[in-house]
C-alpha cells in the first residue's frame, strides 16, 4: 500500500483510479501525472516500485492537493462572505449558489419539508 499526500491508496486499484482517492487529483490530473512521471496507468498499486512511488509522491506534491487546496477553497468562500457578495450571501443561508431554481428541488440545501396541518386525512 502506498502513501502519497497523506492518502493511503488502495493496494488492488489501478494506479489512474487509485490516484483519485486524494483530494483536488481527478482522472486527467491523474494521467498528467502518471505522463510525467513515466509509469503505466494500468499498474496496480501494489506492483509499483519504491522509486516509482516516490516519483509519484514529488509530483503530487508539486501541486495544490488535500490540506492545502481545502484551505485555498474555504478561503475563497470566506472572501465571498466577508464581502457580502451574492454568492456569499448564497453560501452562508446554505442555499444554491449557482442559479438554481429553489421553488422545487433544493431539498438537500433547504433540509426537509416542514409539516403541514390537516394535510394527513383523519381516520375515525
Known amino acids: 500500500m502506498a502513501r502519497i499526500a497523506g492518502v493511503n491508496l488502495p493496494a488492488k486499484k489501478r494506479i489512474e483510479v487509485a490516484l483519485t482517492y486524494i483530494y483536488g487529483?481527478?482522472?486527467t490530473r491523474a494521467r498528467e501525472i502518471l505522463k510525467e512521471t513515466n509509469v503505466g496507468s494500468?499498474?496496480?498499486?501494489?506492483?509499483?516500485?519504491?522509486?516509482e512511488v516516490t516519483l509519484l509522491r514529488r509530483a503530487v506534491e508539486a501541486r495544490p492537493v488535500e490540506g492545502d487546496l481545502r484551505r485555498q477553497v474555504r478561503a475563497s468562500i470566506q472572501r465571498l462572505v466577508d464581502i457580502g457578495?451574492?454568492?456569499g450571501v448564497?453560501?452562508?443561508?446554505?442555499l444554491p449558489v449557482r442559479g438554481q431554481k429553489t421553488r422545487a428541488n433544493?431539498?438537500?440545501w433547504k433540509?426537509?419539508?416542514p409539516s403541514?396541518?390537516?394535510s394527513?386525512?383523519?381516520r375515525r
Do not use: I
Open 25 to 27: 487529483v481527478g482522472r
Open 42 to 51: 494500468d499498474t496496480r498499486v501494489m506492483d509499483l516500485t519504491e522509486q
Open 85 to 87: 457578495a451574492y454568492r
Open 90 to 94: 448564497r453560501q452562508k443561508e446554505g
Open 106 to 108: 433544493a431539498r438537500t
Open 111 to 113: 433540509g426537509p419539508r
Open 116 to 118: 403541514q396541518a390537516g
Open 120 to 122: 394527513k386525512k383523519e
